[in-house]
């Protein structure tokens, strides 16, 4: 029987016409007859030519349904190369809690979305209405933007470093670095208004600067969420 490697499993991917194998266990499949694996996709999110031992454990069936295909092969046992090393204590919270290996960070990132979003928020209401709590209920949500954004850099390094193997991939390039500015423009917006309650009035001079800082914060949130989520729900090509 064939001995496949990771790299020679990646070419039967189901694309163009190519046969659509899958890897369970150390055992390779040809799902290539089945509906469900046309083009290689199953569920529009699991994809032929890569090992799915961990993914089948959120599906609704068991791995008891892949005896519907016969086994073409072996999987070679993962070398360094293409899996991570990680702390033994690590490898035996996942081995028991497979929810750590892919949730925390999906999870964090709803707190520095919501509080990035409401700082910028609170002040144009406080700006338009003249209500100061408003403007204070900004400053608050700025605290929780940045605490939660260091909460969410940590589970975001994390998943990277034992899903995607640390690869700098062009969203992960793209949300480092723009995950930095956003939370130095929160420390230096929130230092400022913290030794300058009354920067917002009138609104003019530095204070502009200052209300430009805070409206940053909407596009950046919204740039690395979607850089994050083009890799949890990548775009489907026509
Ligand atoms: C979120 C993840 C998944 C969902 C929602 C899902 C859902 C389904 C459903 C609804 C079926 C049809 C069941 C039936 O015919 O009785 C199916 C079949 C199947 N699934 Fe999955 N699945 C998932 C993940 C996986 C993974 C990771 C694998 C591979 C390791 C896999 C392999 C298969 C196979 C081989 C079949 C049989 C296809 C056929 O009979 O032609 N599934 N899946
Ligand atoms: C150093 C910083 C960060 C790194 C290295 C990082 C890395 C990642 C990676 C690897 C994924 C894919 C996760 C997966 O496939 O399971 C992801 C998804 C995501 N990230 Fe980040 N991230 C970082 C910071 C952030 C921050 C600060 C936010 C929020 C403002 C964020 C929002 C998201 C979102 C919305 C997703 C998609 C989650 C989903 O689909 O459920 N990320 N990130």
């Given at each position: 029987?064939?001995?496949?490697?990771?790299?020679?499993?990646?070419?039967?991917?189901?694309?163009n016409g190519s046969p659509a194998y899958i890897a369970h266990k150390g055992k390779v499949y040809d799902v290539t007859g089945s509906k469900l694996w046309a083009a290689g996709t199953h569920m529009r999110r699991h994809r032929a030519g890569t090992?799915?031992?961990t993914d089948i454990q959120a599906a609704p069936h068991g791995p008891e349904i892949l005896e519907r295909y016969s086994q073409v092969g072996t999987l070679k046992e993962e070398t360094a190369e293409t899996a991570v090393a990680l702390p033994?204590?690590?490898?035996?919270?996942?081995?028991?809690?497979?929810?750590?290996?892919?949730?925390?960070?999906?999870?964090?990132?709803?707190?520095?979305i919501v509080f990035m979003l409401s700082t910028p928020f609170f002040n144009v209401l406080y700006l338009i209405t003249g209500i100061k709590s408003f403007e204070l209920t900004a400053l608050h949500c700025l605290a929780g933007g940045i605490l939660f954004t260091l909460v969410a850099m940590s589970t975001g390094v994390l998943t990277w470093w034992y899903n995607y193997l640390g690869k700098m991939l062009r969203p992960v390039a793209v949300k480092i670095p723009l995950t930095i500015v956003m939370l130095i423009t929160g420390i230096v917006a929130f230092v400022w208004r913290i030794n300058d309650p009354g920067v917002l009035d009138p609104l003019q001079g530095t204070g502009i600067v200052y209300l430009l800082l805070i409206l940053s914060l909407a596009p950046l949130t919204a740039v690395i969420g979607w850089y994050g989520a083009s890799m949890t729900f990548p775009i489907e090509k026509q």
């Open positions: 029987m064939k001995e496949f490697d990771s790299k020679e499993l990646a070419k039967y991917n189901g694309e090992n799915l031992t033994k204590i690590l490898a035996i919270l996942l081995e028991s809690n497979p929810f750590f290996r892919r949730h925390p960070h999906p999870m964090t990132v709803h707190f520095p």
